[in-house]
């Protein structure tokens, strides 16, 4: 299986990158800073910026799936969803001439993503979530997750968007619940050990093709 990889170098994307090496994966993964990234066998870096179209289409050629755990490293207005992935889109479209077209992208969102998303809330944390958190602190992180699932809804490709809410740097549970729908009553947390563990199972699964998906403790 080959895997180009964005975001390897970030907390989830390290998690990814060692579960595709754990099941004999080949890796080409985009980093700014490849000289900080560990070297191992089955992983090759590519020096670049998701903002740049020819560092994406190298990263993606010849690939079975992308994976993207890409994300701004702050709370503030950064736009890296909204550069990057228009250009990981195009250039997954520009293969659908090749012998072997690169279609499935399966990627990390956030559960702000959907004005849907609360819909199974109680009504004050529905309240609570949408005006202080959404609206508030998290107003830039939120508005970059509803502009990848636009953009991801629109492609034509195979993507899935996994939308869990605040990530945890704890040990998997190896248990959660997931919704195609809205995020589970007062799912507030789930670890990144369990969310990479989840976008791994979708490499080979069509359960949630086009589709985003829920998940969370
Ligand atoms: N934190 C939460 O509680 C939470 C909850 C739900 C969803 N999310 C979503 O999860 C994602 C972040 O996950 P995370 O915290 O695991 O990641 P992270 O540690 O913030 O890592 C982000 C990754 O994106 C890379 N990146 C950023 N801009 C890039 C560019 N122009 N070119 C190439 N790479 C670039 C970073 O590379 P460098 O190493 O070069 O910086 C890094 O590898 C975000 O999309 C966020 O909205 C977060």
Redesign the pocket.
Known sequence: MKVAL????????KLLTQRCVAAGFDVTA????PE?FPQRDHIHSIR????DPAAVRQTIEGADVVLS?????SLKK?D??E??VPQIIAAMQQTSTHPKPVRRIIV????GALPTSLDKQPAWRRWIVQNIVYNTFLKW?VA??IS?WNNLSRSGLDWTMV?????TNTPAHGHYRIDGDALPPNGSRIS?EDVADFMMQQIDSPQWIRKGVYITW
């Open positions: 964005f975001g390897a170098s970030g907390a989830t994307g985009l980093l700014r800073a900080t670049g910026s998701a903002f755990a890409l994300g701004a490293n950064e890296v969803l550069r990057a990390l969102g956030s559960a992180p970059s997750q990848q939308m869990p809410p605040m990530l990144r």
